[in-house]
């Protein structure tokens, strides 16, 4: 270990930095990081530890890429920006990569982050209804626990009352139905058949809502920010039926669950559904610069392409579409290419889940589940009631886990009380020996944690 400044560090860091939530207090002070290589990050003062959460989800290939970092400087070089009534070849590369990647045939769209390409979508999706007439589209439906974003629209669409409720009013047409979670489905129903119940309530709530008043649905294919909650194949499938049905867009969120993080390129490809338009971010990247995409299916786009005023898509975006994060993205795509990450993120998942699976023995675990390499760990009091875990329990893991070089995530609605998910999702690089290092460090802390 070495000696460095942290503590001058953390003492400048909380006079001049409001991190994301509150001041810190005395006992937790923010941790300052300094250098990651693999799944790996230290801190100041030369402690590591696996970052099982890749950051915020995001740091998909790993960390410490030199390829990356070359493909950026090499970019900034030879031009660092061009406006968006430009082009460069690293946009129209990257553009033309992404659709090959998604199953139909898509016009990419640029921003900077994950809220943003949604803001994007919900524009687009407005606006493509009003050029057909349909002037009276406007609302849009999500899922209660899903989080699509911070700005105001995307946190109009998030279904977290805790990120919420101080920022009110949010935009109005904003509505929301419950998502599919099987672990607290009634014990009476299959389920296949709750799913489809689930299904339905998306449907009583377009009809009685007047479905020509609704814009589009935006989903997650897998909710993760709210909880790991995986559907069964027939829900999402009887979603798309239920919107082409009533001419409502599908908005399919890929922000977490794309480049490889359910084990495929996108995770609506679990499903063999075909979404009108997908947003992504975070792993486009693997995070190391700021780059999103709302890809838009073609025909929708060439409604926009009569020519007049009305339909110009006004919508200016400073950063978008960036060059160097482009070349960077080109790159991080073929080292997923190159190293089979997406096969490794279900390999490697499977087996976590797999090297996890006695946990479920643990008298606080209500339910283990996972889909390539995002995994969701839910705390109960009780097995019998599935009453949730209290966040003193949640906190003494997560801190169990941080003491022995894991970092893991907890997730939920606080206002709701079911913020007792814990989750893992690492990078999708982690080697054999990470992984093992995660279960040993999960299996060691839960077992001290009986009661
Ligand atoms: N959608 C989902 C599913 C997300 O998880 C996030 C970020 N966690 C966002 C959108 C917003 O992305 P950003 O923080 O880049 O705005």
């Not at 207090?25 to 693999?38: A, L, Q, T």
């Not at 190391?288 to 110009?312: C, M, Q, W």
């Not at 087996?351 to 390539?372: C, E, T």
Request: charged letters at 25%; glycine letters at 8%; hydrophobic letters at 35%.
């Amino acid at each position: 270990k070495k000696v460095s400044n942290v503590s001058d560090l953390t003492s400048r860091d909380r006079n001049s930095i409001w991190h994301h939530i509150s001041p810190y207090n005395v006992k937790n002070p923010p941790m300052v990081v300094e250098e990651g290589k693999g799944s790996w990050i230290t801190d100041a003062q030369g402690n590591r530890y696996l970052d099982g959460m890749s950051g915020l989800w995001c740091v998909n290939v790993g960390y410490g890429r030199e390829e990356l970092a070359l493909a950026a400087y090499e970019q900034i070089k030879k031009l660092a920006y061009a406006p968006m009534t430009m082009s460069h070849e690293p946009a129209i590369e990257l553009a033309e990569k992404v659709n090959e990647m998604l199953d139909d045939d898509y016009m990419i769209f640029y921003s900077n982050s994950g809220s943003d390409a949604n803001e994007v979508a919900f524009k687009m999706a407005r606006q493509y209804h009003r050029q057909n007439g349909e002037v009276d589209r406007h609302k849009f439906i999500s899922r209660y626990r899903a989080y699509h974003g911070s700005s105001m629209g995307a946190l109009s669409a998030t279904g977290q009352s805790m990120r919420k409720y101080k920022y009110e009013p949010l935009i109005q047409g904003f509505l929301h139905v419950s998502p599919p979670d099987n672990y607290r489905k009634p014990d009476s129903i299959t389920e296949e058949d709750y799913n489809l119940q689930r299904a339905e309530e998306l449907e009583n709530t377009i009809i009685w809502e007047q479905k020509e008043t609704i814009a589009a649905v935006i989903m997650e294919p897998v909710i993760t920010g709210g909880g790991v909650l995986i559907p069964h194949p027939i829900y999402v499938e009887k979603v798309q039926e239920i919107c082409h049905r009533h001419g409502v867009l599908l908005i399919i969120d890929e922000v977490i669950c794309g480049f490889g993080r359910t084990g495929k390129k996108f995770g609506h490809q679990h499903f063999g559904i075909k979404p009108d338009i997908v947003t992504m971010a975070k792993g486009l990247t693997s995070a190391y610069l700021p780059l999103s995409i709302t890809a838009v299916r073609k025909d929708i786009y060439e409604t926009f392409k009569n020519g007049d005023d009305t339909s110009h898509f006004r919508h200016v975006n400073t950063f978008g579409g960036n060059p160097a994060a482009c070349a960077l993205a080109l790159k991080n795509i073929e080292i997923m290419e190159h190293e089979n990450l997406y096969e490794r993120s279900a390999e490697s998942g499977d087996k976590l889940l797999q090297g996890l699976d006695d946990l479920k023995n643990h008298p606080f675990v209500g339910n283990l589940r996972g889909i390539g390499m995002i995994v969701g760990i839910e705390l109960v009091e009780d097995k019998t009631t599935k009453e949730p875990a209290s966040k003193e329990r949640l906190a003494k893991i997560i801190s169990d886990c941080k003491d022995n070089g894991l970092i893991i995530g907890k997730n939920g609605d606080t206002v709701a009380g079911y913020n007792n998910i814990l989750t893992l999702s690492p990078p999708l690089s982690s080697s054999e020996e990470d992984v093992e290092f995660m279960i040993a460090v999960l299996q060691k802390v839960f077992s001290e944690n009986q009661s």
